[in-house]
């Protein structure tokens, strides 16, 4: 005693797109990415993609820290049960890749120059210097191991050039003689 009718609303597909849009951005909102991510971009700007991105990045680097403490405490514990003597262990992640390198380096050298600078003009010394580089002290070795870089004797690094894409230097370190 049960009957079914099957009636269209409109007369085609009008408007199936639009309700498959907001299914999607309100299944990203529940999951807190953006719809970019998970390949339904609404947006084709590369600068949109640059915020996306960078905005990924940040949730990313909170979402790490938590498995970053969860895994030194695991290590902790697995190395101090087979018996080392351990006083911490330390978890380090690979740092995330850049959209644009080119403009990483760019402001790299800046900063970089910036220091010879103050160190130049004798606002601070060869050490803080040399500190504000990335090294323990102007006669010390550099904390991370920077591949193809000279040293001079204070720490700073020599040659650090970036250059433009047709291959020319864009600031130029004086030479130490």
Known sequence: DTSIDHRSITGDARGAADLFQVGEEQLASGIDMDPALLGR???????????VYQAFLSKL???????????ERVYFLH?????????????????ARSLNPQSDAQAENFRLLNIK??????????DQAAKEAGYEKATG??????AGL????????????????????????????
Do not use: C
């Not at 190395?79 to 740092?95: C, I, S």
């Not at 070795?141 to 920077?146: L, N």
């Open 41 to 51: 971009s609404y947006s084709t700007t590369e600068t949109y993609a640059g915020v």
């Open 61 to 71: 680097a909170g979402r790490t820290r938590i498995v970053k403490r969860f895994l």
């Open 79 to 95: 190395l101090v049960l087979a018996g080392y003597r351990v006083k911490k262990v330390r978890v380090t992640f690979n740092p």
């Open 117 to 126: 600078m103050k160190e130049d003009a004798g606002w601070i010394d060869a």
């Open 141 to 146: 070795t550099k904390a991370a191991a920077s």
């Open 150 to 177: 000279k040293k001079k004797k204070n720490g700073i690094i020599q040659n650090a050039n970036t250059r433009t894409a047709e291959g020319a230097n864009l600031i130029r370190f004086p030479r130490a003689h």
